[in-house]
């Protein structure tokens, strides 16, 4: 009888490690002001999407990293996140095991630089792929993984926190403050996804806030008892109909909605163009311009997909940009805890 002897731990380490890399969305984003350094402190709820980017890594045939990529347009390979999360985090591993170089395929299903932090979450998958790769849980404690993967994390720009928690979480600071919140009751609620085909810079956003206050109008106060609120109702148990039932609340609960609109002229219109549509709140997650609308379903959320197209078709909807924006229905990934993590310094601008 033939057969084929099983693989060693050598062997397992030959195959590509595969990460999925989802997408977040703002349910809340109170900006609380300019900090001495630059940056701002932020408070939000955040929650993962099933909509998701894809990362392969295996042993590299050349001496150096290397990343191909499909989908949407991840801009110059040479600058992306993962392979700065794979130096980075080959850099804090020492020697303590073998870093070979690794060959990434990235698959892009997630719109770039649209308030949806596709690129930190691919740097998260990044870095746990990477350390999987190179088997360094034989060699380091959990503890001692768990304190590295902080640690890249952290210098790897501020929505990257968020993404190793893999759930529902209160961010705040920078960015580096991450409380997870208990699961979501109920069933996934469903998310549309409308997002321009134009790149919109967090970075910028943050300037328009900074430069033009009274062109872009907020009332941090309520907009952090609206975050505040949610966070505590979601740490009591609160369940998809109740969150569902406060889109209306959720949807204007978000500071950066009004330089979003000095930065893309005609996002404003977009909104209100879905508002009329679809008679539902529509949020802003984020720096944008993604815009999102819940419901209680991933087929309601398809029928309302369904619906943005046939406005488009007919010239109802009119987005920004110069292609047709990107139409994904998707469901909120809120099921699973995670251990809570606290980060310190990130490089960038977030979350958004």
Request: charged content about 20%.
């Amino acid at each position: 009888m033939g057969g084929t002897d099983p693989p060693t731990p050598a062997d397992r380490r030959l195959a590509p490690v595969i990460r999925l890399a989802p997408a977040k969305l703002n349910l809340t984003l109170a900006v609380e002001g300019r900090r001495e350094d630059g940056f701002h402190d932020l408070h939000s709820v955040m929650v993962p999407l099933a909509l998701a980017d894809r990362l392969s890594l295996a042993p590299a045939a050349a001496t150096e990293d290397t990343l191909w990529a499909s989908g949407f347009d991840a801009g110059p390979l040479h600058t992306n996140l993962v392979l700065r999360a794979i130096v980075e985090t080959r850099s804090a591993l020492g020697r303590a095991v073998p870093t070979p170089a690794l060959a990434a395929r990235l698959e892009k299903h997630i719109p770039v630089a649209a308030g949806l932090a596709g690129g930190s979450s691919d740097a998260a998958a990044a870095i746990d792929g990477a350390l999987e790769a190179w088997s360094a849980a034989g060699a380091l404690d959990a503890t001692a993984i768990e304190e590295l993967r902080r640690r890249v994390a952290a210098r790897l720009g501020s929505d990257v926190p968020f993404f190793l928690v893999g759930a529902a979480a209160v961010v705040a600071g920078r960015g580096e403050r991450v409380e997870v919140l208990p699961p979501l009751r109920g069933t996934a609620p469903g998310v549309l996804l409308v997002t321009p085909d134009a790149r919109v810079s967090t970075a910028a956003v943050f300037a328009a806030l900074d430069a033009e206050p009274a062109a872009a109008p907020r009332d941090s106060r309520s907009t952090r008892a609206s975050s505040e609120h949610l966070a505590t109702e979601w740490r009591a148990g609160l369940g998809s109909s109740a969150l569902l039932d406060r889109a209306g609340i959720l949807a204007s609960a978000n500071d950066l909605a009004g330089a979003a609109d000095l930065v893309l002229p005609g996002l404003r219109s977009l909104r209100r163009s879905l508002l009329r549509q679809l008679r539902r709140p529509v949020g802003l997650s984020g720096s944008g311009p993604s815009l999102w609308v819940l419901y209680a379903s991933a087929t309601e959320a398809a029928d309302a997909a369904n619906v943005v197209r046939a406005g488009l078709a007919d010239g109802m909807i009119v987005a920004p940009g110069e292609g047709r924006p990107s139409i994904v229905a998707t469901t909120i990934d809120a099921a699973a805890p995670a251990p809570s993590t606290d980060i310190l310094k990130p490089e960038q601008e977030g979350p958004a």
